[in-house]
């Protein structure tokens, strides 16, 4: 089994940063995508962006130039910095992982979410 546990959402105001992490612990063999989606007061949920065990990134439209995500392989750790933020990117966000464990075998799991609210 794994978990991903998140961290680092709160309230800022509009223009202001954050900076989320969700560490991934278990029956690890190594992590192929990592990545992190949000799902908006009454909406679905979206892909924020996501990187390969390579380090190629995927952004939304919505967050190009505003967003960096990144991760550190050897802590199974995935961040996503925040910045210039708008009350758009109010949302719960969830990390996301492709988890190849110690079998072989591969699973997709999901964090419990944090909370990121944008006041403006």
């Known amino acids: 089994q794994v978990q991903l546990v998140e961290s680092g959402g709160g309230l800022v105001q509009t223009g202001g940063s954050l900076k989320l992490s969700c560490a991934a612990s278990g029956s690890i063999f190594s992590i192929n995508f990592m990545g992190w989606y949000r799902q908006p007061p009454g909406k679905e949920r979206e892909l924020v962006a996501v990187i390969n065990i390579s380090g190629s990134t995927n952004y939304a439209d919505s967050v190009k130039g505003r967003f960096n995500i990144s991760r550190d392989n050897v802590k199974n750790t995935v961040y996503l910095q925040m910045n210039s933020l708008k009350p758009e990117d109010t949302a719960v966000y969830y990390c996301?992982?492709?988890?190849?464990?110690?079998?072989?075998?591969?699973?997709?799991?999901w964090g419990q979410g944090t909370q990121v609210t944008v006041s403006s």
């Open positions: 996301n992982a492709d988890v190849i464990n110690y079998y072989k075998t591969w699973y997709n799991y």
